[in-house]
């Protein structure tokens, strides 16, 4: 039986105790403004168990009325933190400035270095397609602003810069979709 969209958008909260682990995958929101942008973020982080997003910059975050409405709830059950940049968080991630995490063993070890790649989404003139790379985990996204894109440290700091071939006469896509696209091919290239 097919769902209709109200009940595709209704979930119990009690059903996030049955949910798999999370998966070593993160996603830095670099500086994004469309509130609707944001939770729809969430829905992808959601829907490929991403451990958690980190919302940087000049970005709104939960419980913006726009983002909840957008995320259908999901901004509940997605872990999230508010960092003031996406390289301070690529610092952190990597353990360069203070580990975060789980607390588990190798979380714990303040400023020892981990092994984490970081995935720029952009177009810039060191990008390659993103099929080309050879994803790993742990892994962290970044997507930026709709007008300006990834910040100029973020894709310095990053290991790579994912593009995604355009044919048209549109030459970009919305966050959303690329962050999709993206997160999705990392996924099946690891795990599929």
């Not at 209704?10 to 105790?17: A, G, I, V």
């Not at 469309?34 to 709104?60: H, M, P, V, W």
């Not at 720029?120 to 790993?136: F, G, H, L, R, V």
């Amino acid at each position: 039986m097919k769902l209709n969209a109200d009940e595709l958008r209704k979930f119990d909260e009690s059903q996030t105790l049955e949910l798999p682990p999370r998966l070593p995958f993160y996603l830095i929101i670099d500086d994004v403004w469309d509130t609707y942008n944001i939770g729809g973020l969430f829905r992808l982080a959601d829907a490929l168990a991403f451990e958690k997003i980190f919302i940087c910059g000049q970005s709104e975050t939960p419980p913006n009325h726009r983002i909840k409405k957008a995320s259908i709830g999901t901004y509940k059950v997605v872990p999230w933190e508010y960092r003031e940049s996406a390289l301070e968080t690529i610092k952190e991630l990597r353990g360069e400035d203070r580990v975060i995490g789980g607390g588990g063993e190798e979380e714990g070890m303040k400023g020892k270095p981990r092994k984490i790649q970081i995935v720029a989404i952009e177009q810039a003139k060191d990008s390659i397609s993103y099929t080309k790379i050879e994803y790993s985990f742990p892994l962290a996204l970044i997507v930026g602003n709709e007008t300006h894109g990834v910040s100029h440290e973020a894709l310095e700091a990053a290991d790579h810069i994912a593009e995604i071939p355009l044919f048209g006469v549109n030459k970009s896509l919305n966050v959303i979709v690329s962050g999709a696209i993206v997160a999705f091919e990392a996924y099946n290239t690891v795990y599929g």
